[in-house]
């Protein structure tokens, strides 16, 4: 399903996307990230290797004050248990409080009722961003106009897959990094919306700020790719292809 925008496709630079990491690099952002059991370790070091800081508590008497802190909320839906799910709407009204930028990642809401209808309520509630794929998408928006009607308040969809789409209120942007071999490790994706959130804690335009950090996750995922020997050499490759990654890599690379 594709999104109707105010705006046609905004061009983005490679200065621009490096200028976003080096933001990112200097302020050092605390992102707390409740996300699912498998991506939590991944999710950490890939934040870590990007310039930035992870938390990642879902205890409700402590979650609160852990988000009123961070830089920016990372909400992933991937496992959706009892702890989680008390501890997500604390964490959303702590992120408001503070004024912190808010991402839902609604992983495999396709795949399970329950769960689509609580990540409805959760994103009806207004985040800053949404990361999804196309059957995601589907799953939670069978009716385009819904999808327009929350892009038309504010939030931002990121629609990941062949090619990745930003879909923003006034612009919107095409991107068409990445490698097959990121799908080859699990929470790779998972991983890349803290990326996203760590761009939008340093940066007002969450479009643009999705933009930036999409890029600079697959580019490093396109980079890991081309030295590794497969998926178990292509984790620590991508944690240092992040690390290191220059304003050259960027140009080399990004297809926008």
């Known amino acids: 399903m594709t999104i109707s925008v105010a705006a046609s496709t905004r061009t983005l630079t490679a200065e621009t996307v490096f200028d976003l990491l080096e933001r990112v690099r200097h302020k050092t952002p605390r992102v707390h990230a409740i996300t699912n059991?498998?991506?939590?370790?991944?999710?950490?070091?890939?934040?870590?290797?990007?310039?930035?800081?992870?938390?990642?508590?879902?205890?409700?008497?402590?979650?609160?004050?852990?988000?009123?802190?961070?830089?920016?909320?990372?909400?992933?839906?991937?496992?959706?248990?009892?702890?989680?799910?008390?501890?997500?709407?604390?964490?959303?009204?702590?992120?408001r409080t503070a004024g912190r930028p808010v991402s839902i990642d609604p992983v495999f809401v396709n795949r399970s009722p329950v769960r689509c209808t609580y990540a409805r309520d959760l994103i009806a509630r207004g985040p800053d961003l949404v990361r999804l794929n196309e059957q995601e998408l589907e799953a939670l928006f069978p009716e385009r106009a819904n999808a327009e009607e929350l892009i038309a308040a504010g939030t931002v969809l990121a629609v990941t897959g062949p090619e990745d789409r930003i879909e923003g209120r006034a612009e919107d942007f095409r991107l068409m990094n990445g490698h097959p071999l990121m799908a080859r490790v699990t929470a790779t994706g998972c991983a890349g919306g803290a990326v996203l959130s760590a761009f939008a804690s340093v940066e007002t335009d969450t479009a643009l700020a999705a933009a930036c950090g999409l890029s600079v996750f697959n580019i490093a995922g396109e980079i890991a790719a081309g030295r590794a020997r497969g998926p178990g050499t292509l984790v620590p490759e991508l944690l240092d292809a992040l690390y290191v990654m220059s304003l050259d890599d960027i140009k080399a690379r990004l297809r926008a």
């Open 37 to 95: 059991a498998v991506a939590q370790s991944f999710t950490a070091n890939v934040l870590l290797a990007l310039g930035a800081v992870p938390s990642m508590t879902f205890a409700r008497e402590e979650v609160a004050a852990f988000v009123a802190g961070a830089d920016a909320l990372l909400i992933n839906l991937g496992t959706l248990d009892e702890a989680r799910r008390e501890a997500i709407p604390l964490a959303f009204d702590a992120a």
